[in-house]
Every structure is written in C-alpha cells, then in structure tokens.
C-alpha cells in the first residue's frame, strides 16, 4: 500500500473514534434541568435561578415574584 493509502484511512479512523466519543458524551450527558428535578427541592430550583432580570433595559418590564 501507498504511504498516502495509509494515512487516509488512519485520519479516517481517528475522525470516527472522536465522533464517536463526542456522539456518547452527548447521548450519556444529563442536562443541569433534568438533575435540578430529579432533587424534588423548590430550594435547589430558586437557587439555581437568576437574581436580576436577564433582558434588557429597553422598557421590557421583569415580572416580580415577591407580593
């Protein structure tokens, strides 16, 4: 076999082995979501959100939680 026969088919073994390590990190991965439910705390829930309004101040109005 050509030299260059060679090192196309090891490039393409090496792109496959990384697609398939970043194809199992993705299907293996559970989201930050799906592990604040699985708690069943409120308290984790409030927690994890964020304390200011994430939009702009660009006359958009946050919504207030507290009475």
């Given at each position: 076999?050509?030299?260059e026969?060679?090192?196309?088919?090891g490039?393409?073994?090496?792109?496959l082995a990384v697609?398939?390590?970043?194809?199992?990190?993705?299907?293996?991965?559970?989201p930050a979501s799906v592990?604040?439910?699985?708690n069943?705390?409120?308290?984790?829930?409030?927690?994890?959100a964020?304390?200011?309004c994430a939009?702009?101040?660009?006359g958009?109005?946050c919504p207030q939680?507290?009475g």
């Amino acid at each position: 076999m050509k030299f260059e026969t060679l090192m196309l088919r090891g490039l393409f073994i090496a792109c496959l082995a990384v697609c398939g390590l970043i194809l199992g990190a993705m299907v293996t991965t559970t989201p930050a979501s799906v592990q604040l439910a699985a708690n069943h705390s409120v308290g984790a829930i409030l927690l994890a959100a964020p304390s200011s309004c994430a939009l702009p101040p660009d006359g958009v109005v946050c919504p207030q939680t507290g009475g």
